[in-house]
């Protein structure tokens, strides 16, 4: 199973941009589908945008335009590219990995504030 490590929060202004990474290690990274998600206080987690291991990229219709989610077999590593950030973009950013028949893999997660 792999693990996952997040990389790459701060704080931003608005219009800022950022890039999270997500490191993966443990076991075969390119069969996993790859999703962020983040939480904001007092709100439940929420998918922001997810690749499967073929490339398939999906966002939340909140962030579409906005992010990019990516990914690099090569380095085992997953980005999120986000533009043009808003205050509501402020929550704890997670890293998911998914395989069928395995359970979900998380990261410990990495503060995203967009304030002024």
């Known amino acids: 199973q792999v693990q996952v490590v997040e990389s790459g929060g701060g704080l931003v202004q608005p219009g800022g941009s950022l890039r999270l990474s997500c490191a993966a290690s443990g076991s075969i990274f390119r069969a996993y589908a790859m999703g962020w998600y983040r939480q904001a206080p007092g709100k439940q987690r929420e998918l922001v945008a997810s690749i499967t291991n073929g490339g398939i990229t999906n966002y939340a219709d909140s962030v579409k335009g906005r992010f990019t989610i990516s990914r690099d077999n090569a380095k085992n590593t997953v980005y999120l590219q986000m533009n043009s950030l808003k205050p509501e973009d402020t929550a704890v950013y997670y890293c998911?990995?998914?395989?069928?028949?395995?359970?979900?893999?998380w990261g410990q997660g990495t503060q995203v504030t967009v304030s002024s």
């Open positions: 998911n990995a998914k395989r069928a028949g395995l359970s979900d893999s």
